[in-house]
């Protein structure tokens, strides 16, 4: 689990990045189809995904993606943050037993309405499984007299 950070607006840099690992269990997928209501069998029953060209249990592409999340709501830029668009394109499945790599990098600050564009990519391995930019509005810093000094 990630520990809290709130990032401001006046914190962040173009090329700053932040990373999440997680290996995907069989509870994750169980527990995020009950959260999602996505109970696709290609998840969830062994038997239906051995008929799949996946030949196996396969993670819900959103699950990956939630990791994204979870890096922008707790890290980079973290608590504060609102999360404004995603995209996602889907470039490989996730299986139990992996180890998914996720980082987030800023990639360009937006001065107008202090948003910050992030390239997001997950990986298993050297395989892309997942790839995104988000939009997110960062808030700025409180403007006190210690913190004034310091810029």
Do not use: W
């Not at 608590?79 to 470039?91: C, E, M, R, V």
């Not at 790839?131 to 700025?140: I, T, Y």
């Amino acid at each position: 689990m990630l520990n809290l950070r709130a990032l401001s607006f006046e914190d962040l840099y173009v090329g700053m990045s932040e990373e999440l690992v997680k290996t995907v269990s069989s509870q994750d997928i169980v527990g995020f189809a009950q959260v999602s209501g996505d109970r696709n069998p290609i998840h969830l029953s062994q038997h239906f995904a051995a008929k799949t060209p996946f030949k196996t249990r396969i993670a819900h592409g959103l699950y990956t993606a939630s990791l994204i999340s979870a890096i922008l709501g707790t890290r980079l830029p973290g608590p504060g943050a609102i999360y404004l668009s995603q995209t996602l394109n889907f470039k490989a499945p996730v299986h139990i037993g992996d180890e998914i790599h996720v980082v987030v990098t800023v990639a360009e600050l937006i001065e107008k309405g202090h948003r910050a564009r992030l390239n997001c990519t997950c990986t298993v391995g050297d395989t892309v499984v997942l790839e995104g930019e988000a939009l997110v509005k960062v808030p700025l810093a409180e403007h006190t007299p210690e913190k004034h000094e310091d810029h």
